[in-house]
């Protein structure tokens, strides 16, 4: 079975543009979680869907960000006026049933912001 | 909310010995879920072993054994028998029953010396 698929893998974006980020779950789970990990404040919850419904957002910040799952084979991280603050490794991970289960985590994504 | 803290950086053993990663956390949940993960020099991040909070035997798997004391919100990470690709940066964390939202510590970085 293929394990998290994050695309890009890596992304260099200047000042101010839009990035979005995409995460492919592991088939037939039915959670997706997405983190962020920097040097500074290492492995940061941002936000998490189950069954495509949003459930907690509290780690995303409030503006700029946004989290969308449209169906079960995709979410999309979407960071709008990207800051150089923004730089980091976003990682995705998945997991199958509710409240029993690891999480599975994707290679993640290595966003530049120059 | 929880905390999870991991006092030590770095830490150095020769090959095939054991070796006691710590960990301390702190929740107000009841029911809980307790992991460790590993992060490869690839950045890849991967599930070891996890802890539910109502299990009183320490969970194992393979080479890797959890040593819990729940009146001490500790859970260490013991790993016997040390092998060169051991050799990464190690996560304790934490969840608790009814969000799934997982809270990491800040990593302890293992090197295995042959």
């Known amino acids: 079975n293929a394990g998290v698929i994050q695309t890009p893998r890596h992304k260099v974006t200047g000042k101010g543009q839009e990035a979005t980020l995409w995460c492919e779950p592991i088939?037939?789970?039915?959670?997706v979680f997405w983190y962020r990990q920097t040097i500074v404040q290492g492995l940061e919850f941002l936000t998490y869907?189950?069954?495509?419904?949003?459930?907690?957002d509290s780690g995303m910040p409030k503006e700029r960000f946004s989290a969308q799952m449209p169906n079960q084979s995709h979410s999309t991280l979407k960071i709008q006026s990207t800051q150089p603050q923004d730089s980091a490794v976003y990682l995705c991970?998945?997991?199958?049933?509710?409240?029993?289960?690891?999480?599975?985590f994707g290679p993640g994504t290595r966003l530049l912001v120059l | 909310a929880q905390k999870v803290t991991q006092t030590q950086t770095s830490i150095s053993v020769m090959e095939k010995t054991t070796v006691t990663m710590d960990c301390v956390y702190e929740t107000r949940d009841s029911s809980y879920f307790l992991f460790w993960y590993k992060q490869t020099a690839s950045g890849e991040i991967v599930f070891l072993i996890r802890q539910d909070s109502y299990k009183k035997e320490n969970a194992t798997e393979g080479h890797y054994s959890l040593n819990f004391q729940k009146p001490k919100s500790s859970i260490g990470l013991i790993i016997t028998a040390t092998q060169i690709e051991d050799s990464a940066v190690y996560f304790c964390?934490?969840?608790?029953?009814?969000?799934?939202?997982?809270?990491f510590g800040a990593g302890t970085k293992l090197t295995i010396k042959p």
């Open positions: 964390a934490m969840r608790g029953y009814g969000n799934e939202k997982i809270t």
């Open positions: 991970a998945s997991s199958p049933r509710q409240n029993q289960d690891t999480q599975y």
């Open positions: 869907f189950r069954n495509q419904a949003p459930i907690d």
């Open positions: 088939s037939g789970h039915s959670a």
